[in-house]
């Protein structure tokens, strides 16, 4: 799988908007974008995916660059059980169940 | 309908001990994961089962590891004389079997070599 850049951490105040960025430059064209979220003392949960138009779900909205080397996870409006490290994945859809590959991640703060 | 669960939550053992950490998965998950998480790093992966299958095993870091999954549900990782650089989060995942379905992870066992 491509590797993907986040930066380290984040922090943003409760009820805003926050705009987690993703760089994966080396994306392929059958890469899926996947972002997954840990929360403190919890395995981590899957949050939305996308391959090249934005999508929007209860949880997130992602927006994918047109050249698709780069997007961005949107939380609209951030509570504190949003304190989370939240990943960027990129899964190749002709691996089927193949794992998934974590980076560092970026440890959002929220605070209230 | 119940999550992935894993057993114990947290586990001490002494060096030298060998160490048995099990994995619910979801009732009728085709897939399976292990992965290890060091303190403030991202998961990796260890090994993967589709059913009894244990089709990728290139993440387990040593012969010391053996995982296992004999009926195709409950799964067993096993860490033999244990290490203090063993000591890390052991999280547990399954999936159903579609190319980019979303992982459902377990809440992890905290292994700690003393």
């Known amino acids: 799988d491509a590797k993907t850049t986040q930066p380290n951490s984040m922090e943003s105040n409760e009820e805003e908007p926050v705009h987690l960025p993703c760089n994966h430059s080396t994306i392929s064209g059958t890469d899926y974008i996947h972002w997954y979220r840990q929360l403190p003392s919890q395995g981590p949960e899957y949050v939305i995916h996308g391959l090249t138009s934005n999508v929007n779900n209860r949880m997130a909205s992602l927006a994918i660059a047109e050249d698709r080397k780069s997007s961005t996870l949107i939380l609209h409006r951030a509570t504190l059980r949003d304190a989370a490290v939240y990943y960027c994945?990129?899964?190749?859809?002709?691996?089927?169940?193949?794992?998934?590959?974590f980076g560092g991640g970026t440890r959002l703060m929220v605070k209230p | 309908g119940a999550g992935v669960s894993q057993s114990p939550r947290y586990k001490v053992a002494k060096r030298g001990q060998d160490v048995a950490l099990r994995c619910d998965p979801i009732?009728?998950?085709?897939?399976l994961f292990w992965y290890q998480q060091a303190l403030g790093q991202g998961p990796e992966f260890l090994t993967y089962?589709?059913?009894?299958?244990?089709?990728?095993k290139s993440g387990l870091p040593s012969d010391r590891f053996f995982a296992e999954r004999p009926e195709g549900s409950v799964s067993t990782l096993k860490i033999q004389r244990t290490q203090q650089e063993d000591s890390a989060v052991y999280l547990c995942?399954?999936?159903?079997?579609?190319?980019?379905?979303?992982?459902?992870f377990g809440p992890g066992t905290r292994l700690t070599v003393l």
């Open positions: 995942a399954s999936s159903d079997h579609s190319s980019y379905n979303e992982q459902f």
């Open positions: 089962f589709q059913n009894e299958a244990q089709l990728d």
């Open positions: 009732s009728g998950h085709v897939s």
């Open positions: 994945i990129l899964r190749d859809v002709n691996n089927a169940g193949n794992m998934l590959t």
